[in-house]
Nanobody
């Protein structure tokens, strides 16, 4: 099983980025997918999630209205569209695919929001 995040980079405040999370080696249809982030010197925190099946979404209060989690046309891909980025969004962003006690994580992608 492999999970790979991509799409991070340096962006100015107010800008946008779209992160991708691709899973391979598992039957993704039954998995819930979540994005998390770890700001420098802080604990990892939940950002957004999308459930298996009908795709119910949930967001941390800090990103509601700015970030959108969605599935790609390829079922093994989940995106995180991030708009109106703020310096406090700077972090390494991770995704995980979870089903029961099976839980697979990627190595993360760095997002830096700075002028």
């Amino acid at each position: 099983v492999q999970v790979v995040e991509s799409g991070g980079g340096l962006v100015q405040p107010g800008g946008s980025l779209r992160l991708s999370c691709v899973a391979s080696g598992l039957t993704v249809s039954a998995y819930n997918t979540r994005w998390h982030r770890q700001p420098p010197g802080k604990e990892r925190e939940f950002v957004a999630g999308i459930s298996s099946g009908i795709g119910v979404t949930i967001y941390a209060d800090s990103v509601k209205g700015r970030f959108t989690i969605s599935r790609g046309a390829a079922v093994n891909t989940v995106y995180l569209q991030m708009n109106n980025l703020k310096p406090e969004d700077t972090a390494v962003y991770y995704c995980n695919w979870q089903r029961g006690n099976m839980d697979y994580w990627g190595k993360g992608t760095l997002v830096t929001v700075s002028s």
